[in-house]
């Protein structure tokens, strides 16, 4: 089968200081991914290289078995939807409009349609005519990943998909994440709560300096040294009624 995304032993440099270091990925169809790590761990970093949008200074990056660096912005886009960790929108269109830009290749017809199911599968239907700057911070996040979700792309990429949701909705979008799986799209999440990532993510990648540290399935990514040496937490994953949870404090040595 061929990789959604593969990076192989990608650097890149800020100046002249290292933020990825010799970092590899493969992400396959219906795979759910998590990239885990402190803050300026490099994760964004990592994401970014694999879509073409940050230079390598060494390495390479593949999208459906195509070297990135020579295919144009539409095909990228075309092969990879991206939420992107800000969450800024300039104008003040109606959230249908915003999400349907995801689908921005489709008749407006067809756009207008995917965009109002997106919007009704984060469970804003109600506020789809709304300009997204009169959404609150969490409502506007949730049209971003509608936007997300209507590019019906083989990958989809999603740097803090959860942050500023509550509770209820960071779970949701992990199960849409799921469903997107489910049909067959690789994806590919950063997030910092690391029981939901545990629980939602088929396979766990953890950066710690720019280097990919561990990775595996959550338990074997995550193990009680990993969560000391890269986070600096004292404790493990441990398995509820609800799934995987972090049960940890910060560690004093
Ligand atoms: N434009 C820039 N110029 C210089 N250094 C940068 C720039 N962008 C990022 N960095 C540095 O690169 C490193 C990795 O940043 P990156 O955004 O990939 O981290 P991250 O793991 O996504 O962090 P966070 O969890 O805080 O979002 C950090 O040390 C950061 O300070």
């Known amino acids: 089968m061929t990789a959604a995304l593969s990076l192989h032993d990608a650097t890149v440099r800020r100046g002249e200081t290292p933020v990825l270091r010799g970092a590899s990925l493969t992400v396959q169809p219906g795979q759910v ?8 761990a490099g994760k964004t970093t990592l994401l970014r290289a ?6 390598l200074d060494s390495g390479r990056a593949e ?3 195509r070297d990135v660096a020579g295919l144009d912005e539409a095909t990228r886009a075309a092969l990879a939807g991206y939420l992107p960790q800000e969450r800024r929108v300039g104008w003040n269109l109606p959230a249908w409009r915003i999400a349907s830009l995801g689908a921005a290749l489709k008749s ?10 997106a919007l009704g ?4 239907a109600g506020l789809a005519e709304r300009g997204v700057l009169d959404l609150s911070g969490g409502e506007r996040a949730r049209v971003l990943l509608a936007r997300l979700l209507a590019t019906a792309a083989p990958l989809l ?5 959860a942050a500023g949701l509550d509770p209820d909705a960071q779970l949701l979008s992990l199960e849409l994440f799921g469903e ?3 049909r067959g799209a690789a994806v590919v ?8 990532a545990a629980r939602a993510c088929d396979r766990l990648v953890v950066v710690g300096s720019g280097r990919v540290v561990s990775e595996g399935a959550p338990r074997d990514a995550l193990t009680p040294t990993v969560l000391r040496e890269v986070f600096g937490l004292e404790g493990a994953l441990e398995e509820t009624s609800a799934g995987l949870t972090l049960a940890a404090r910060r560690y004093r040595p």
């Open 108 to 117: 407006p017809a067809l756009a207008q349609a995917v965009a109002m199911d």
């Open 121 to 124: 599968r984060v469970g804003l």
């Open 189 to 196: 999440l950063t997030l910092h709560d690391l029981g939901l």
């Open 33 to 40: 991914v998590g990239v885990v790590g402190p803050n300026g």
């Open 50 to 55: 694999a879509l073409g949008l940050a230079k």
């Open 63 to 65: 999208l459906g078995g």
């Open 157 to 161: 990429v999603a740097d803090e998909p």
């Open 180 to 182: 997107e799986a489910a």
